[in-house]
T-cell receptor
């Protein structure tokens, strides 16, 4: 069974601080996606990383895919209250044209206090 | 920006009743998925669908579940005889070839 472990499970920080959350697996994925989910809503795609070692930036968010494509990290610089939410990572296995199903982690619940 | 839409947003049903959850995937997408999320738990894969047939399904997707693309735009999930444990948020997702999966806002199903 493929599992994605996210850490920490909960993170509460002050506005302006930096943070990193992690997504780890013993399995190799063809790609890894990061989503943000608000209570009662669907996951909203932030980024997809595909190549081992790849780094992608989305404003103050930096995403990295591990060299072996088994792990990923999300770093937020100068966090703001608007960053508060549940961050999910999801691994995909390429299946001839589509990604196949996504395996989700449990998420990191981030709270940024003003 | 194109979005996946889902209806209804909420559904309350009695145990044993049939429910149909509806999704309109993004128009140029070819691969469609259903996931569910029980309150407080992980998002779990149910089924994927391509070229008018199921391409993959999880062990959750038993004989009580079925999917259909009745026309060129809708993608439906039917639960024939609902159980209490089917209560969850159900998410539809879609993707084009080799692309990322985009999720709908979900249908909250409550089985009483």
């Amino acid at each position: 069974t493929q599992l994605l472990e996210q850490s920490p499970q909960f993170l509460s920080i002050q506005e302006g601080e930096n943070l990193t959350v992690y997504c780890n697996s013993s399995s190799v994925f063809s790609s890894l996606q990061w989503y943000r989910q608000e209570p009662g809503e669907g996951p909203v795609l932030l980024v997809t990383v595909v190549t081992g070692g790849e780094v992608k930036k989305l404003k103050r968010l930096t995403f990295q895919f591990g060299d072996a494509r088994k792990d990923s990290s999300l770093h937020i610089t100068a966090a703001q209250p608007g960053d508060t939410g549940l961050y999910l990572c999801a691994g995909a296995r390429f299946r001839g044209g589509s990604q196949g199903n996504l395996i989700f982690g449990k998420g990191t619940k981030l709270s940024v206090k003003p | 920006e194109p979005e996946v839409t889902q209806t209804p947003s909420h559904q309350v049903t009695q145990m044993g009743q049939e429910v149909i959850l509806r999704c309109v995937p993004i128009s140029n997408h070819l691969y469609f998925y259903w996931y569910r999320q029980i309150l407080g738990q992980k998002v779990e894969f149910l089924v994927s669908f391509y070229n008018n047939e199921i391409s993959e399904k999880s062990e959750i997707f038993d004989d009580q579940f079925s999917v259909e693309r009745p026309d060129g735009s809708n993608f439906t999930l039917k639960i024939r005889s609902t159980k209490l444990e089917d209560s969850a948020m159900y998410f539809c997702a879609s993707t084009r070839w080799g692309g990322s999966q985009y999720f709908g806002p979900g249908t909250r199903l409550l089985v009483l």
